[in-house]
């Protein structure tokens, strides 16, 4: 983290009191830095919190990220037995609880209550700088229900959080999980309830010492960096880099709504006419300027944590349509978004600063089978294939790609865009037979088969294939090009291939299309 106001090789000892001083707007964070081997209290901005974790260095002498302490994995732990302590360095809030290592040894766990809320919440400056508004989330958004399993989860014109966070799919699913899972939410705002019932107030500030109630998760496992004490079997947690296994009650599907999303192709060249400033190209955080609601939103990369949760859920970015009935009323709906033109900003308006937000989740739930779902007809096929034909068979799903300034890396519901491949041995040869997810698209992109020469020249080149499908605009590479692997064919799709059935004409034509290429 780079940012004003720090000497060179600050390294954070510890996250202290949340303080606001009463003539200005903005809360703050109090850190004790060390530099030169001279310990001092300096503050930053509460929304810079997700940069922010005991032994990282603010402005490295080397621009690295480092982070210290010794590492520690904490596996199948619950939170239903933690103790409330006493941060012995800044005197902050802590959760205690005793560990049984593999060794069956005993070693009792110290986290700061601050630091175990970053890893669960504080992923973006939003949730970092509203944690302390009460009711935030309820003025916010508008959740409703509706049909599948499924929720609507409506950005109301008063929210705050920058439209492009909804183009994450890390972040739609972590905001799922806070708005919709009554045991995170829970915890998330008594934040708030906390801070609104035990801040003082001093001359010149108003002042609150972090503390929050942990949602109960059991069974979790988490990466961590600090301090083991060996002569008393204490170790002081620095730093905690990952949370897996969280559970969560979540539907099937989360659809996320806003007025500001918009039909149109993304990354015009107007780009919604947001002016440049001085500090828009520097990744340097400076607090005595506030944002400018005239930039665009720039994302800064920090060390990345990883969060992932027990199930997956799918998340989506939806437009309402209107619909006409047979009566003639029309009524709205919604669908997933055929096109996407941002335009929304937070801050202020006569802000000076580039806008940003930090890139440091890592959502690694195990979303497969939800990308794998938008293949259901293409994967009914080959099922069949295989129950007609003695065949060896291996299946790989590969994401496309980030290619310069481009988003068809992702669907337009926000979606990483997938490509499944299959490799089918038979008797005479080997073939490649490649499929791209077109489910926001009207258009279907015909299946490329491949019979190949070199199996293994193939999967070396595999990722130049997926980053010039990409530069095509989700096209296939040109024949001269993929005939160095081999004989190339294309099969088309039937109409309305999302629809078919096994015992349908079209399907069998296909399924016939198939077995001929496969047979030469």
């Known amino acids: 983290m780079i940012a004003k106001g720090f000497t060179e090789n600050s390294k954070i000892m510890y996250v202290a009191n949340i303080f606001k001083f009463k003539h200005l707007k903005s809360w703050n964070l109090e850190l004790c830095v060390r530099s030169d081997g001279q310990d001092q209290v300096l503050h930053t901005r509460l929304s810079n919190l997700p940069a922010l974790a005991k032994r990282r260095v603010i402005n490295p002498s080397d621009g690295q990220s480092r982070k210290g302490g010794y590492s520690f994995s904490l596996s199948d732990i619950s939170t239903s037995n933690w103790q409330v302590g006493t941060d012995s360095e800044g005197g902050g809030n802590t959760f205690m609880f005793d560990y049984i290592r593999s060794d069956e040894s005993t070693v009792t766990v110290h986290t700061p209550q601050i630091e175990f809320a970053r890893i669960l919440f504080f992923h973006n400056a939003y949730l970092a700088r509203n944690c302390i508004d009460q009711g935030l989330l309820s003025r916010e958004f508008w959740i409703q229900d509706i049909q599948d399993d499924s929720i609507l ?311 130049d294939i997926l980053q010039l499908i990409v530069q095509r605009s989700i096209n296939w590479p040109t024949n001269k090009y993929l005939e160095n692997f081999g004989i190339v064919k294309r099969m088309r799709h039937p109409s309305n291939s999302l629809q078919l059935t096994d015992s349908s004409i079209e399907f069998n034509g296909w399924l016939s299309r198939l077995t001929g290429i496969l047979e030469t």
């Open 153 to 463: 989860v409506n950005i109301l014109p008063i929210s705050s959080l920058p439209i492009k966070s909804f183009e994450n799919e890390g972040q739609r699913r972590l905001l799922a999980w806070i708005l919709l899972d009554k045991n995170a939410r829970s915890s998330y705002e008594s934040i708030a309830k906390n801070f609104t019932e035990e801040v003082q107030e001093t001359e010149d500030k108003k002042i609150w010492r972090f503390r929050f109630s942990p949602p109960r998760l059991d069974n979790i496992s988490l990466e961590t960096r600090g301090w083991m004490d060996k002569d008393t079997d204490n170790y002081y947690v620095y730093e905690v880099l990952g949370i897996s296994n969280i559970p969560s009650s979540l539907p099937k599907t989360v659809r996320f709504y806003s007025e500001k999303f918009k039909t149109g192709m993304t990354g015009s060249a107007k780009d919604n006419g947001a002016k440049s400033v001085s500090s828009a190209d520097s990744n340097t955080i400076d607090d005595q300027q506030d944002a400018d609601i005239d930039t665009k939103l720039k994302t800064l990369d920090i060390p990345t944590t990883s969060f992932s949760f027990v199930n997956a859920i799918e998340t989506r970015k939806v437009v309402k349509k209107r619909v006409a009935s047979s009566n003639g009323i029309e009524s709205e709906e919604y669908e997933d978004l055929v096109g996407l033109d941002l335009s929304a900003d937070e801050a202020t308006i006569d802000g000076t600063a580039c806008q940003t937000d930090f890139s440091g989740i890592d959502d690694e739930s195990e979303v497969l089978e939800l990308y794998i779902q938008r293949f259901e007809a293409f994967k009914l096929l080959i099922k069949k294939l295989l129950e007609q034909h003695d065949l060896d068979c291996h299946e790989e799903l590969h994401f496309l790609p980030a290619v310069g300034r481009s988003s068809l890396h992702r669907t337009i519901d926000g979606n990483k865009r997938s490509l499944l491949e299959v490799q089918i041995k038979t008797d005479k040869a080997n073939f490649i037979v490649l499929e791209v997810d077109m489910s926001d698209n009207n258009r279907m992109l015909s299946t490329l088969i491949i019979k190949v020469e070199d199996t293994e020249l193939w999967s070396q080149q595999l990722e």
